[in-house]
């Protein structure tokens, strides 16, 4: 399967401490998208990394590329009890017309 | 306008019935998506419209039929459902350069949650 692989799979901590996501992924890839997804709800673009790139910011929001190790990390600061959602990478498939999302991370702000 | 918008918000159907989900982006992009999401899965593609051409299906039962009778619009027919078949339906749209060579920002529609008894 193509599918990447996110760790950890649910993640809690306080508000204004930092959250950090990280995803595997298995082929050669064009770019690297996060998304988030409140619960029940449709998924929203957060930030998208080319695979020449190796950091990029957006925000709170900081995504790093290491496509040596065909992974990536997506680290929220400060976050706040409304980062609360799913947290998905999505990783394309070089000369494929489609995303793969991988597992998700679920994480939880308390207030 | 950056809003994709899914009908009906929730559906409950029997295994009898045939129903459509509809899908509407006003954002001029070319490429139209049909995902199936279940409680604590990532989405899984079902179809891809190409210039209101379907370009992927990945292996999904006939008894899901999509259409995209123009480059707004994306409909799901639904027939012969299965209890299996109860999900989360997400619907999204991209600009669709055609060039297939990578993938852009998808932008996502609410979905719609569906219950088959």
């Known amino acids: 399967s193509q599918q990447g692989e996110e760790d950890p799979q649910a993640l809690s901590i306080q508000e204004g401490e930092n959250a950090t996501m990280n995803c595997s992924y298995k082929?050669?890839?064009?770019?690297l998208q996060w998304y988030r997804q409140n619960s029940g709800r449709g998924l929203v673009h957060l930030i998208l990394i080319r695979s020449n790139e190796r950091e990029k910011h957006s925000g709170r929001l900081r995504v790093t590329l290491d496509t040596s190790k065909k992974s990536s990390s997506l680290l929220i600061t400060a976050s706040r009890a409304a980062d609360t959602a799913s947290y998905f990478c999505?990783?394309?498939?070089?000369?494929?017309?489609?995303?793969?999302f991988g597992t998700g991370t679920r994480l939880l702000v308390s207030p | 306008d950056t809003e994709v918008t899914q009908t009906p918000k929730h559906l409950v159907m029997g295994m009898t019935n045939k129903k459509s989900l509809k899908c509407e982006q006003h954002m001029g992009h070319r490429a139209m998506y049909w995902y199936k999401q279940k409680a604590k899965k990532p989405p899984e593609l079902m179809f891809v419209y190409s210039y209101e051409k379907l370009s992927i299906n990945e292996s999904v039962p006939s008894r899901f039929s999509p259409e995209c009778p123009n480059s707004s619009l994306l409909n799901l027919h639904l027939h012969a459902l299965q209890p299996e078949d109860s999900a989360l339906y997400l619907c999204a749209s991209s600009q669709g350069r055609g060039s297939g060579d990578f993938q852009e920002t998808q932008y996502f529609g609410p979905g719609t949650r569906l219950l088959v008894l």
């Open positions: 082929t050669s890839i064009n770019n």
């Open positions: 999505a990783t394309d498939r070089t000369g494929f017309q489609k995303l793969v």
